[in-house]
C-alpha cells in the first residue's frame, strides 16, 4: 500500500528536478513552488512599470520631445517589449528550457535596469533643463544622449523577451493537469497571477510616479531596479521547489515540418480512414507524460502531412498528434488577430490619456497627483473585478452553465471586447466636453491648464480595469489553455504579441492620422497643444474601431473548437493502454497453453 501512495506521489505530467529526476507532488509545484513566482511577479511588474508608466512625460520633459514623437517612442518600446517573448518561448522550448532562459534573460533585464538609472542620473547623459511653453524652442536631446538612454531601454526590453513567456508558464507548471485537485487549483491561478501584476502595478502607478513627479527620476529609476534585482533573488530562492519540463524540441520547427509536407503531398488524396495516418505507438506517449491526440477534420489540408507514402523523412511525414498540434496553433491565429485592436486601446493609458491629465487641475487641497497616477485606477478596478468575478460571478453562473470558469474563455474575451467600445466612446465624450471648457476660458491659444479636475478622466480609468479583469486574464489562460502541452511558451507568447502588436499598431494609427489629418493646410487632430487638437474625434475612430473589431471576433468564434480536456485525453488513453495489455496477456497466455 505505501509502494502504491509512493508511485501516485509522482506527477504524471513528465516535470522533472533540475537534474532531470522524476519529482514527487508533495516535495515540489503546487501554491508553495507558485508563490515564489507570484511574489517575484509582483516586484518585477513594479519596475517594469515603474519605467513605463510615466515614461511618456519624461520623453516630454526631459527630452524635449512633442506629443506624437513621445507617444510613438512609448509604443514603439512597449511593443518591442510585448514582442520579443517570442523569441524567448523558441529559446526556452527549443533549447535551453524555461528556468534557464529565464535565469540569463533576467541578468540581461537587470543590467537594460541598471543602464537606464545611470542615463537618468548623470547631467551629461541628458539635454539642460527648459521651461518653455513651446517645446520646439528647447535645446533637443544630442545622438550620444539619445544612444544611451533607447540602448538601455532596448537592453531591457530583450531581458523582458526571456522572462515574460516562461514566468507565467513556469507558474503554470507547478500543477498538474493529470491530478483532480491539482487541476483545480490551475483554474485559479491565472486569476491570482494577474492580481500579483496588478499589484505590482498598483505601487508604481502611484508611490513611483509621484517620487518621479516631486522627487527625482534617479529615485524613480533606483527604485524599480532594487525591485527587480529583489525580484530575481526570490525567484531563485525557491528552486528547490520548482517543477520543471524538459525542453521538447523548437514549436516552429514542429509547425513547419507539418505544413511542408502537407504542401509536398497536396496531390495525395487523404484516406477516407483517419486510422489509416501515421501516428506514434500508445506506450510512446505514455511513457513520454504525453496524450495522443486523435485526428480531426478541421483544416483538414494539413492530414496530408500524416499520410504514408512510404518516406519516413520528418519534413515528408508527420505523426497525427503533431499534425493537431499544429492545427492548435493555428485555430488560435484568427482569435490573436481580434486582440490587437484592444491592445491598441490598452496603449492609450501611458500615452494620450496621461497627456490629458497634464492638461486638467491636478490638486487636491496642497497635494498635486502626477498624471500618471490616475493609470492606479485601472489597477484598482482590475483586483476589485478579479476578485469579485473568481469569489462571487463564477460559483453562481457554475451553476447554472455547469462549466467550472462560469462562462467559456471565450465569452469573457467577448466582454471585454464590448467594454473597449464602450470606453473609447466614454473618453471621446470626456475630450469633447475638456475641449468646450478650454474655449470658453480662453486657453485654446496658449494651451494653459484649465479649470477642470483630472478625475473627470477617472471614468475611462475605471471602465479599462474593468475590460482587462475580463479580456486580459481570458486571453492569457485561453492562449495557454488552448496550446498544446509541447508549445505552452509558444502559446503563452501570443498574448504578449497581442500588446506587441497593438503598441506598433498604436505608433502607426496616431502617425498616419495626424499626418493625413494636417494636410491641406489643416490644424489636424493631435497636435503638441492638446487643446488646440481633437482627440476626441481621434477617440470617436477607435470607437468604430472597437465596434468593427467587435464583429470580427464573433465571426471567427463561430468556427472556432477547443482543444479536448488534458485529463480526458489522458484517460482515454489509459483505458486504451489498458485494453492493449490485457490483449497482449491473453495472447500470451493461448501460446502458453498451446
Not at 525 to 548: C, E, G, P, Q, R
Given at each position: 500500500m505505501a509502494v502504491e501512495e509512493g508511485i501516485d506521489d509522482y506527477t504524471q505530467d513528465g516535470t522533472v528536478d533540475l537534474k532531470g529526476n522524476p519529482v514527487r507532488r508533495s516535495k515540489r509545484g503546487g501554491w508553495t513552488a507558485c508563490s515564489f513566482v507570484v511574489v517575484y511577479e509582483v516586484f518585477e511588474r513594479?519596475?517594469?512599470?515603474?519605467?513605463s508608466s510615466n515614461l511618456v512625460l519624461y520623453l516630454t520633459r526631459k527630452l524635449h520631445q512633442g506629443t506624437v514623437k513621445s507617444a510613438n517612442n512609448v509604443t514603439n518600446w512597449v511593443g518591442t517589449i510585448w514582442i520579443t517573448p517570442i523569441l524567448g518561448a523558441y529559446v526556452a522550448d527549443a533549447h535551453l528550457g524555461r528556468y534557464w532562459t529565464f535565469v540569463f534573460a533576467s541578468l540581461i533585464y537587470v543590467t537594460g535596469m541598471s543602464l537606464l538609472t545611470l542615463s537618468v542620473s548623470i547631467p551629461g547623459l541628458k539635454?539642460?533643463?527648459?521651461?518653455?511653453?513651446?517645446?520646439?524652442?528647447?535645446?533637443?536631446?544630442?545622438?550620444?544622449?539619445?544612444?544611451?538612454?533607447?540602448?538601455?531601454?532596448?537592453?531591457?526590453?530583450?531581458?523582458?523577451?526571456?522572462?515574460?513567456?516562461n514566468i507565467s508558464t513556469i507558474g503554470a507548471d507547478q500543477f498538474d493537469d493529470f491530478h483532480p485537485k491539482e487541476k483545480a487549483s490551475k483554474l485559479s491561478f491565472f486569476n491570482w497571477w494577474m492580481f500579483s501584476i496588478f499589484f505590482g502595478t498598483l505601487f508604481a502607478n502611484t508611490v513611483l510616479v509621484y517620487i518621479q513627479d516631486n522627487v527625482g527620476w534617479t529615485l524613480g529609476y533606483g527604485l524599480p531596479t532594487l525591485g527587480l534585482v529583489i525580484s530575481v533573488m526570490i525567484f531563485l530562492a525557491g528552486t528547490p521547489f520548482y517543477r520543471h519540463r524538459v525542453p521538447a524540441g523548437s514549436p516552429f520547427t514542429k509547425m513547419a515540418m507539418v505544413i511542408v509536407a502537407a504542401a509536398r503531398k497536396w496531390r495525395v488524396p487523404l484516406p477516407s480512414d483517419p486510422k489509416e495516418l501515421h501516428e506514434l505507438d500508445l506506450e510512446e506517449y505514455?511513457?513520454?507524460?504525453?496524450?495522443?491526440?486523435?485526428?480531426?477534420?478541421?483544416?483538414?489540408?494539413?492530414?496530408?502531412?500524416?499520410?504514408?507514402?512510404?518516406?519516413?523523412?520528418?519534413?515528408m511525414l508527420s505523426a497525427v498528434t503533431q499534425v493537431e498540434e499544429t492545427?492548435?496553433?493555428?485555430?488560435?491565429?484568427?482569435?490573436?488577430i481580434a486582440t490587437f485592436v484592444p491592445s491598441t486601446m490598452i496603449a492609450q493609458i501611458n500615452t494620450l490619456f496621461i497627456k490629458q491629465g497634464t492638461t486638467l487641475d491636478r490638486h487636491i487641497?496642497?497635494?498635486?497627483?502626477?498624471?500618471?497616477?490616475?493609470?492606479?485606477?485601472?489597477?484598482?478596478?482590475?483586483?476589485?473585478?478579479?476578485?469579485?468575478?473568481?469569489?462571487?460571478?463564477?460559483?453562481?453562473?457554475?451553476?447554472?452553465?455547469?462549466?467550472?470558469?462560469?462562462?467559456?474563455?471565450?465569452?469573457?474575451?467577448?466582454?471585454?471586447?464590448?467594454?473597449?467600445?464602450?470606453?473609447?466612446?466614454?473618453?471621446?465624450?470626456?475630450?469633447?466636453?475638456?475641449?468646450?471648457?478650454?474655449?470658453?476660458?480662453?486657453?485654446?491659444?496658449?494651451?494653459?491648464?484649465?479649470?477642470?479636475?483630472i478625475f473627470i478622466l477617472l471614468p475611462q480609468f475605471v471602465l479599462m480595469g474593468t475590460a482587462d479583469a475580463f479580456l486580459e486574464v481570458a486571453k492569457l489562460e485561453f492562449f495557454y489553455d488552448q496550446a498544446p502541452e509541447s508549445m505552452k511558451s509558444l502559446g503563452t507568447s501570443y498574448s504578449s504579441t497581442s500588446l506587441g502588436i497593438g503598441n506598433f499598431l498604436s505608433s502607426f494609427l496616431l502617425s498616419t492620422v495626424s499626418d493625413i489629418t494636417q494636410r491641406d493646410g489643416h490644424e489636424g487632430w493631435i497636435l503638441n497643444n492638446l487643446n488646440?487638437?481633437?482627440?476626441?474625434?481621434?477617440?470617436?475612430?477607435?470607437?468604430?474601431?472597437?465596434?468593427?473589431?467587435?464583429?470580427?471576433?464573433?465571426?471567427?468564434?463561430?468556427?472556432?473548437?477547443?482543444?479536448?480536456?488534458?485529463?480526458?485525453?489522458?484517460?482515454?488513453?489509459?483505458?486504451?493502454?489498458?485494453?492493449?495489455?490485457?490483449?497482449?496477456?491473453?495472447q500470451e497466455a493461448a501460446k502458453g497453453i498451446a
Amino acid at each position: 500500500m505505501a509502494v502504491e501512495e509512493g508511485i501516485d506521489d509522482y506527477t504524471q505530467d513528465g516535470t522533472v528536478d533540475l537534474k532531470g529526476n522524476p519529482v514527487r507532488r508533495s516535495k515540489r509545484g503546487g501554491w508553495t513552488a507558485c508563490s515564489f513566482v507570484v511574489v517575484y511577479e509582483v516586484f518585477e511588474r513594479m519596475a517594469y512599470y515603474g519605467i513605463s508608466s510615466n515614461l511618456v512625460l519624461y520623453l516630454t520633459r526631459k527630452l524635449h520631445q512633442g506629443t506624437v514623437k513621445s507617444a510613438n517612442n512609448v509604443t514603439n518600446w512597449v511593443g518591442t517589449i510585448w514582442i520579443t517573448p517570442i523569441l524567448g518561448a523558441y529559446v526556452a522550448d527549443a533549447h535551453l528550457g524555461r528556468y534557464w532562459t529565464f535565469v540569463f534573460a533576467s541578468l540581461i533585464y537587470v543590467t537594460g535596469m541598471s543602464l537606464l538609472t545611470l542615463s537618468v542620473s548623470i547631467p551629461g547623459l541628458k539635454p539642460p533643463p527648459c521651461h518653455q511653453a513651446n517645446i520646439d524652442d528647447c535645446k533637443k536631446a544630442s545622438t550620444l544622449q539619445l544612444a544611451t538612454f533607447f540602448g538601455a531601454l532596448y537592453t531591457l526590453a530583450i531581458g523582458t523577451g526571456g522572462t515574460k513567456p516562461n514566468i507565467s508558464t513556469i507558474g503554470a507548471d507547478q500543477f498538474d493537469d493529470f491530478h483532480p485537485k491539482e487541476k483545480a487549483s490551475k483554474l485559479s491561478f491565472f486569476n491570482w497571477w494577474m492580481f500579483s501584476i496588478f499589484f505590482g502595478t498598483l505601487f508604481a502607478n502611484t508611490v513611483l510616479v509621484y517620487i518621479q513627479d516631486n522627487v527625482g527620476w534617479t529615485l524613480g529609476y533606483g527604485l524599480p531596479t532594487l525591485g527587480l534585482v529583489i525580484s530575481v533573488m526570490i525567484f531563485l530562492a525557491g528552486t528547490p521547489f520548482y517543477r520543471h519540463r524538459v525542453p521538447a524540441g523548437s514549436p516552429f520547427t514542429k509547425m513547419a515540418m507539418v505544413i511542408v509536407a502537407a504542401a509536398r503531398k497536396w496531390r495525395v488524396p487523404l484516406p477516407s480512414d483517419p486510422k489509416e495516418l501515421h501516428e506514434l505507438d500508445l506506450e510512446e506517449y505514455a511513457r513520454n507524460g504525453k496524450f495522443m491526440i486523435g485526428s480531426t477534420p478541421t483544416l483538414r489540408f494539413l492530414n496530408k502531412a500524416a499520410v504514408k507514402t512510404g518516406s519516413t523523412d520528418p519534413w515528408m511525414l508527420s505523426a497525427v498528434t503533431q499534425v493537431e498540434e499544429t492545427k492548435q496553433m493555428l485555430r488560435m491565429i484568427p482569435i490573436l488577430i481580434a486582440t490587437f485592436v484592444p491592445s491598441t486601446m490598452i496603449a492609450q493609458i501611458n500615452t494620450l490619456f496621461i497627456k490629458q491629465g497634464t492638461t486638467l487641475d491636478r490638486h487636491i487641497g496642497n497635494f498635486k497627483i502626477p498624471p500618471a497616477s490616475l493609470a492606479g485606477f485601472v489597477t484598482i478596478s482590475m483586483l476589485v473585478c478579479v476578485v469579485l468575478y473568481d469569489r462571487f460571478f463564477v460559483p453562481v453562473i457554475r451553476k447554472w452553465t455547469n462549466n467550472p470558469r462560469g462562462i467559456t474563455l471565450l465569452q469573457r474575451m467577448g466582454i471585454g471586447l464590448v467594454l473597449h467600445f464602450v470606453i473609447m466612446a466614454v473618453a471621446s465624450l470626456t475630450e469633447r466636453y475638456r475641449l468646450n471648457v478650454a474655449k470658453q476660458h480662453g486657453l485654446v491659444e496658449n494651451g494653459g491648464q484649465l479649470p477642470l479636475t483630472i478625475f473627470i478622466l477617472l471614468p475611462q480609468f475605471v471602465l479599462m480595469g474593468t475590460a482587462d479583469a475580463f479580456l486580459e486574464v481570458a486571453k492569457l489562460e485561453f492562449f495557454y489553455d488552448q496550446a498544446p502541452e509541447s508549445m505552452k511558451s509558444l502559446g503563452t507568447s501570443y498574448s504578449s504579441t497581442s500588446l506587441g502588436i497593438g503598441n506598433f499598431l498604436s505608433s502607426f494609427l496616431l502617425s498616419t492620422v495626424s499626418d493625413i489629418t494636417q494636410r491641406d493646410g489643416h490644424e489636424g487632430w493631435i497636435l503638441n497643444n492638446l487643446n488646440k487638437s481633437h482627440l476626441d474625434y481621434y477617440y470617436a475612430f477607435f470607437t468604430v474601431l472597437n465596434f468593427l473589431n467587435f464583429i470580427f471576433f464573433m465571426a471567427m468564434i463561430r468556427f472556432y473548437v477547443y482543444k479536448a480536456e488534458v485529463s480526458d485525453s489522458m484517460h482515454v488513453l489509459t483505458e486504451e493502454l489498458k485494453v492493449m495489455r490485457l490483449k497482449a496477456s491473453n495472447q500470451e497466455a493461448a501460446k502458453g497453453i498451446a
